[in-house]
């Protein structure tokens, strides 16, 4: 089974009263924290069988993070799962764009994911993340046109998001939840599609592997940070063929044992 997201060695404090993604005038931490990661993120799709829905339902409408020059958007894929869109203010569709999907570990919120400087009275998973400083210095770095969405599931937990409704079926969900990713920010022509998560994050990209026959030639990378727990042989075929049919398509995998290396 999904181990939980690591807990550091800080004494937990009540989480304060925040939504940090619903908020228009929100503005993320610039910290950096010591911990690389090559990030990306994760989603979900509609069912066959399903009533089709439109585009994913708009919780809130672009919004810039203060001085941070980032466009937010929540949207809303299905029933109890939100994607929040963290894009650069300014974006040249004619150039390429890397959307980085990000399924969340088991028990973080979306604000806690993006996190914050920790001080007296926040709680401590604001401060065990940090990708929202973590994108903004990939930028800097050289990936400028970097969206990263932030993928969230009302149980905290994506094995037990795919375990209530049933693996077939949220399978299914999380191929057509990333289909509407990729429509959301215009389908791009120089498009490269990053899926990655932390802890069990990781069964949302072992989700969208499960729910086609093949890997699509849009995905670039993939990458599990410590998630990979849900791997099984059957997913090695597909790996490897997807491997081979583009040498620039990329498998990370980083297991690590967070008392160690903090």
Not at 59 to 84: F, H, K, N
Not at 89 to 99: E, G, I, T
Not at 119 to 146: C, K, M, N, P, Y
Request: glycine share 8%.
């Amino acid at each position: 089974s999904d181990r939980p997201a690591a807990k550091p060695r800080l004494t937990p404090d009540s989480d304060p009263d925040m939504k940090i993604m619903r908020d228009r005038r929100q503005r993320a931490s610039g910290h950096e924290r010591r911990i690389g990661v090559s990030t990306a993120l994760a989603l979900l799709l509609l069912l066959p069988t399903c009533t089709p829905r439109p585009l994913g339902r708009a919780l809130q409408s672009d919004a810039l993070s203060g001085s941070a020059g980032e466009s937010i958007r929540v949207l809303e894929l299905y029933p109890g799962v939100t994607a929040t869109v963290v894009a650069p203010a300014h974006l040249d569709p004619r150039k390429r764009v890397d959307l980085i999907l990000y399924a969340l570990p088991n028990g973080n919120s979306t604000a806690e994911t993006l996190g914050r400087k920790l001080v007296e009275g926040v709680g401590w998973r604001f401060d065990i993340q940090h990708i929202g400083a973590q994108t903004r210095a990939l930028r800097a770095r050289g990936v400028s046109q970097a969206i990263v969405v932030y993928l969230e599931a009302d149980t905290k937990s994506w094995p037990e998001w795919r375990r209530k409704h049933g693996y077939e079926r949220a399978n299914a969900r999380i191929v057509s939840m990333v289909d509407q990713l990729r429509a959301a920010i215009g389908s791009p022509s120089q498009l490269a599609v990053t899926l990655t998560g932390h802890s069990g994050g990781g069964s949302l990209a072992f989700g969208f592997i499960d729910g086609q026959d093949a890997l699509p030639a849009w995905l670039e990378r993939i990458a599990f940070l410590d998630s990979n727990y849900s791997f099984e042989y059957r997913h090695g075929e597909k790996l490897v063929t997807w491997l081979r049919g583009n040498p620039d398509n990329t498998l990370v995998v980083i297991a690590y044992d967070d008392r160690n290396i903090m």
